[in-house]
């Protein structure tokens, strides 16, 4: 049976440019960055090219990219380190009601420690109001974290106006760029972010690595103590072929990125057009408007999510229940919850997520393997 992935929002396939480009640093190239010889310096140099690759994409400097083992490792050390370094004592910190659990459980373990925690509500189009930041800042707010784009849904925040925000109020603005990284321009620079995180597996680099971008002249405290590697901030020896992977997969995102946005708006406006615009059995959760082009999220009547993701990998359709952190758990989604989505619609909620590779063919298979599933089919019991 032929299998049809659409869960590349969970994670993305090694691009087999990027293997290529990591090939020589887990053989013959396999010094350690900080070592003095040959070997040693061909390592540093690879990974100070790979730094300036995932600086380009963000159009920032690469002194101001840090290299971290993954996305939620990025999303911690950003939060924390800069609470350790800042505000150790406490502090009135903002997130959003659908941050990814990277964020939104680390904000929650800083409540815990007795940081005064907002959490902001979104609206039913799964988006925050830049006016509830406004209205949710302190005296003593120190930080604010909100996502690119939802992991779930797709959904893009108002990042420009919420940095514009915290800028006016002085208080640093962390953007988890983790799913939205590549579908749409995000520089920090330009945006009013302090902080960004991103990894390299959700566009076509390996797993276990990620970066975050650190405004100039921004304090972080690391969490782990040894050797100087990444400012200090992530002692240990850098998996160098993992970050060389990286810098190629941007390389590639510089040089593929419009191409494959247009391809994935083109395969999602027509999944919606075939399956969803005309049914009143499916509905869709969030938007077309500002949202991500590889992510649509939607429900079917009458249907359990269960139900539907396992009858779907039976017939060789890789889908997924929302974030794939959770998608093992029970739990009704906290984003859909957010949303104000309840019974049925919550529990009959599914993630399809396209990638570069993803083709028409695909899309037309998928939709008609969801249509027997829903019970469209005349024989259906
Ligand atoms: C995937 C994802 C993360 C976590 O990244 P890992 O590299 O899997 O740790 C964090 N935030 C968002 C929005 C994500 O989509």
Known sequence: MERIYLDYAATTPLDERVLAAMMPYLTSEFGNPSSLHRFGQTARAAVQTARRQVATVLNVDAKDIVFTGGGTEADNLAVLGYLRASCPSGGHIVTTAVEHAAVLQTFKALAEKGYDLTILPVGADGRVAPDSVRQALRDDTVLISVMAANNETGMIQPIEEIGTIAHEAGIVFHVDA????????????????????????????????????IRRGLELQPDMYGGPQERHLRAGTENVAALVGFGKACELLVAEGEKRVRHAYALKALFYKELIADSNAYCLNGTLENSVPHIINFSIAHKDRAVV?????????????????????????????????????????????????????????????????????????
């Open 178 to 213: 983790v799913q939205g990284f590549g579908w749409f321009p995000l520089h920090p620079l330009a945006r009013h972010i302090d902080l960004l995180s991103v990894a390299a597996h959700k566009i076509y680099g390996p797993k276990g690595c990620g970066a975050i971008y």
């Open 309 to 381: 993701l396992i009858a779907a990998d039976r017939k060789g359709l890789a889908l997924s229940a929302g974030s794939a952190c959770e998608s093992g758990a029970a739990q009704p989604s906290h984003v859909l919850t957010a949303m104000g989505l309840s019974g049925e619609e919550l529990y009959g909620s599914v993630r399809l997520s396209l990638g570069k590779d993803t083709t028409e063919a695909d899309i037309r298979k998928a939709v008609e393997i969801i249509r027997t599933i829903a019970g469209e089919e005349p024989n259906h019991g």
